[in-house]
């Protein structure tokens, strides 16, 4: 299989890409160290597999992954992660991503995980797995997007304009993420909803 590497670390990206072409079965043609040069090789190489750090400079793992389904690109997303947040995991599924992977799990593990979303399965880390049965988002789409804008500073004056709702009930839905939240306040809310990846 042909694999793409996309990490902003030149010495992880480097290691990553030695141990994977140690195996017989599996090929890195190209390494980038951003999202936006990841999408440029994917583009040119066409490979079946890109590896990709959730979080990246310029295009995050999750955009890249967003904009392969936009173009309707065959290749598969891997996104390796040192962040167990619910989250990025709900949006990485949404993305169609087929394995959701630590960053320090061991080189077979995932060569392993490689090999089985490159013969159609998925592959998820084990403790990403009952990360995700602890916390499910319990925001409804409006009120993610009511309690972001709040975190960018908007009054509810400002995201009613935004969003054409009365201020009322902007009002409503920040009360209600606030109480869903078990927060004190509209400050505590953000602060745990970006917390737990709600809220990308």
Partial sequence: MRVIIAEDQGMLRGALSALLDMEDDIEVVGQAENGEKALELIDLLQPDICLLDIEMPILTGLDVAEQLVARRYACKVVILTTFSRSGYFQRAMRAGVHGFLLKDAPIDELSAALRRVYDGGRAVSPELAI????????????????????????????ISGNLHLSAGTVRNYLSEAIRKLDAKNRIEAIAIANKKGWLD
């Fill in 131 to 158: 990360s995700l049965w602890e916390a499910e988002n319990p925001l409804t789409d409006r009120e993610r997007e009511v309690l972001k804008l709040a975190g960018e500073g908007l009054s509810a004056q400002e």
